[in-house]
């Protein structure tokens, strides 16, 4: 075996990376595998960013692997705890010698003729070029550009005399202590860093064009922690694992089966702990819930510095920026020292890069996703994106399972060649996310398709996709698999592969 040709090619060593390469070691063990990582350490999301309070907005029973058990207290971990979980996971599994760091995918091509991928890298070092083969590419990116966030064009930013900081770049050596920030968002970066820096900051205002849906959960578990004492690790991991997935999906079916019931039930809350005296419009979001994420907060720290006068909210637009701050739309002006635009991240699929299949370019918003993780007629390749409802790594999880179970499938019957087929005319204009929020809408013409029926529609319900991509049919009357030719299928699909 050429070391620049593998069974399985996998982009991104990040939360969904390093499981699809455990999966792949403890379900495909004689398949070879490299993982192809941008940047010089593995985890992703939990890597790149580095601003203060980073932490998951999804609990950690349902956002670790459904393989190995997330064992510290904390429901909503801290970045840095993330990336541990990952890298001890790595070790645990032995996948951290397949990971070649420093390179980015430019491109992918397709050939048919030879039923393999060229994978177009460049070293992040020099520039250079590489090229590696593989039989099967699996695009484990995650669903944003690394290199920047979405920062609106504002008015007059030139002319502010402070810092400006997307918290996709956060400056390490950054001292806001006394000093006047405003951070400019209300989504789960905003939401955290305003607790974080409440307490150095000599003032932080939270400027929000929009209200957000903000729900408090709790700092740990007082269950699972009481549990450890009499059950095995992973048992406790489970039923923490089972109860919250029910919680999650209760909650989202209960959004848009009884959007006011649970819009009552939000705004009560959120009020309960930020006081009567507290003006309410700052929480009062005009969409229902679920219509965008709703945003966790551990133990209700937004809600408590609010309540204490050590941060401030404010509802407006921008008109301007000015040498000392913004200037707003009321006429108001926030002074200034540091602007923070949480204003969200620029949707990315595949990392950037291109694929082609047999020449012809693909167009994502042309394409169908079979399943969540397939696009129509691109063979052998699948991709990770999680729930938007719930954890990502549930679908995660599910979708390496899946693809586990196909590799074997096509090993066992000599095939060379997977492509999902749409022969029933699915297409629709929905694309595969299924939110309103703005980075979704700013990437509409970006994201593939779901259609009009199964097994094109993206369910985002873990009850639904898991009897699908678990035990589910392989061989549906969706995908098309081609055979290796006889001279390449009488030794196996191994020989097959190193021929």
């Known amino acids: 075996?050429?070391?620049?040709?593998?069974?399985?090619?996998?982009?991104?060593?990040?939360?969904?990376?390093?499981?699809?390469?455990?999966?792949?070691?403890?379900q495909c063990p004689e398949r070879s595998y490299a993982i192809?990582?941008?940047?010089?350490?593995?985890?992703?999301t939990w890597d790149l960013f580095r601003y203060p309070g980073i932490r998951s907005d999804s609990d950690m029973f349902t956002l670790g692997y459904n393989f190995r058990p997330w064992t510290e207290a904390k429901v909503l971990a801290d970045g840095p705890s993330i990336r541990n979980y990952i890298v001890d996971t790595a070790k645990e599994h032995k996948v951290e010698d397949k990971i070649r760091?420093?390179?980015?995918?430019?491109?992918?091509?397709?050939?048919?003729?030879?039923?393999?991928?060229?994978?177009?890298?460049?070293?992040?070092?020099?520039?250079?070029?590489?090229?590696?083969?593989?039989?099967?590419?699996?695009?484990?990116?995650?669903?944003?550009?690394?290199?920047?966030?979405?920062?609106?064009?504002?008015?007059?930013?030139?002319?502010f005399k402070g810092q400006l900081i997307h918290?996709?770049?956060?400056?390490?050596?950054?001292?806001?202590?006394?000093?006047?920030?405003?951070?400019?968002?209300?989504?789960?970066?905003?939401?955290?860093?305003?607790?974080?820096?409440?307490?150095?900051a000599g003032s932080i205002t939270m400027l929000?064009?929009?209200?957000?849906?903000?729900?408090?959960?709790?700092?740990?578990?007082?269950?699972?922690?009481?549990?450890?004492?009499?059950?095995?690790?992973m048992a406790v991991y489970r039923l923490a694992r089972a109860r919250n997935i029910a919680l999650q999906r209760m909650v989202f079916k209960l959004s848009k089966q009884r959007p006011r019931l649970v819009r009552r039930a939000l705004l009560a809350a959120a009020r309960r702990q930020l006081g009567s005296e507290f003006d309410m419009t700052h929480f009062k979001p005009q969409y229902n819930p679920w219509d965008e994420r709703l945003c966790a907060v551990p133990n209700g720290d937004l809600f408590k510095v609010l309540r204490k006068g050590m941060a401030d909210v404010v509802t407006d637009h921008i008109d301007t920026f000015t040498e000392n701050g913004i200037r707003l739309k009321s006429g108001k002006e926030l002074e200034a020292d540091i602007i923070i635009t949480a204003t969200g991240l620029d949707l990315q699929l595949l990392g950037g890069a291109s694929l082609t299949v047999d020449g012809e370019d693909v167009v994502p918003k042309d394409t169908l996703v079979y399943r969540g993780l397939m696009l129509r007629d691109v063979p052998n390749m699948a991709l990770v994106f999680g729930y938007t409802n719930s954890s990502w790594t549930l679908k995660a999880d599910l979708v390496s399972e899946y693809v586990?179970?196909?590799?074997?499938?096509?090993?066992?019957?000599?095939?060379?060649?997977?492509?999902?087929?749409?022969?029933?005319?699915?297409?629709?204009?929905?694309?595969?996310?299924?939110?309103?929020?703005?980075?979704?809408?700013?990437?509409?013409?970006?994201?593939?398709?779901?259609?009009?029926?199964?097994?094109?529609?993206?369910?985002?319900?873990?009850?639904?996709?898991?009897?699908?991509?678990?035990?589910?049919?392989?061989?549906?009357?969706?995908?098309?698999?081609?055979?290796?030719?006889?001279?390449?299928?009488?030794?196996?699909?191994?020989?097959?592969?190193?021929?």
């Open 36 to 44: 192809i990582e941008r940047r010089e350490r593995m985890g992703g």
């Open 167 to 200: 918290p996709q770049k956060w400056p390490e050596d950054l001292d806001y202590s006394g000093k006047k920030v405003v951070v400019i968002g209300s989504g789960a970066t905003a939401v955290t860093l305003v607790p974080a820096m409440a307490e150095k």
């Open 101 to 159: 760091y420093g390179r980015k995918m430019t491109g992918a091509r397709w050939s048919s003729s030879r039923n393999r991928w060229t994978v177009d890298l460049v070293r992040e070092e020099d520039g250079s070029a590489e090229q590696v083969t593989c039989q099967f590419l699996y695009c484990c990116t995650g669903y944003y550009n690394y290199d920047a966030g979405y920062t609106p064009d504002f008015p007059g930013v030139d002319d």
């Open 1 to 26: 075996m050429s070391n620049n040709h593998f069974d399985v090619l996998i982009i991104g060593a990040g939360l969904s990376g390093i499981g699809a390469a455990c999966h792949l070691s403890r």
């Open 404 to 499: 586990c179970r196909l590799l074997n499938h096509m090993a066992r019957n000599g095939i060379e060649r997977v492509t999902a087929r749409d022969e029933e005319g699915c297409d629709t204009d929905d694309n595969f996310v299924g939110l309103q929020s703005g980075y979704v809408q700013r990437a509409a013409d970006r994201l593939p398709r779901q259609g009009s029926k199964a097994p094109w529609q993206v369910l985002n319900n873990y009850f639904k996709d898991l009897p699908a991509l678990r035990f589910g049919r392989i061989d549906d009357d969706t995908l098309e698999f081609s055979p290796a030719p006889a001279s390449r299928r009488r030794g196996g699909l191994l020989a097959m592969l190193r021929s």
């Open 208 to 233: 929000q064009r929009s209200p957000t849906y903000v729900a408090t959960v709790p700092q740990e578990d007082p269950i699972s922690v009481n549990l450890r004492r009499f059950l095995p690790e």
